[in-house]
């Protein structure tokens, strides 16, 4: 009897130790900003504002390869409707690895934009030929002549 209550104590333990742990890793991920992080090595582009100056066309609105591949220049498709007139002065194209911010580029664009027009663009993003096998963070954020937000896309993917 004294065996079987010390396994059940044991397991009791190991069993509050796994919970612990969970606890522990999901604070880190929170802290890390990693908590929308995705498995999947595929591309899904989200539009995260209040859709206000523009709407993004999911049919134009993409990366090419996907999945992406090191060594391979990343293009990303952008495409939607302006609902607002707007001068869009430059895109920023931000990446975050292990919840810190890796890369901060600016896309000259320099151009007036039109309620009702379509609009598309390309970003290329020359990928390293070696990276760490994790989770990538994509921010994608049209600005206007004062850093002001036009709209922005998201994505994570798992190289």
Not at 42 to 60: E, G, H, L, R
Not at 148 to 157: C, I
């Amino acid at each position: 009897m004294k065996t079987f209550a010390a396994a059940l104590l044991a397991t009791a333990t190991a069993f509050q130790m796994k919970e612990k742990v969970n606890v522990v890793k999901s604070k880190l991920a929170s802290l890390l900003h990693l908590e929308n992080e995705v498995a999947s090595n595929s591309m899904v582009i989200s539009q995260t504002d209040a859709m206000i100056n523009f709407i993004m066309d999911p049919s134009q609105t993409f990366g090419n390869p996907d999945p992406v591949t090191p060594g391979v220049t990343e293009t990303f498709y952008i495409g939607g409707i302006w609902l607002a007139p707007a001068h869009l002065q430059n895109m920023n194209f931000k990446c975050h690895m292990f919840g810190a911010l890796v890369y901060n580029e600016n896309t000259l664009i320099d151009a007036d934009m039109e309620a009702g027009s379509f609009w598309t663009t390309t970003i290329p993003f020359d990928v390293p030929s070696v990276t760490p096998h994790t989770n990538y963070n994509i921010d994608v954020a049209a600005l206007d002549a004062s850093d002001n937000e036009l709209f922005h896309l998201v994505t994570s993917f798992k190289m």
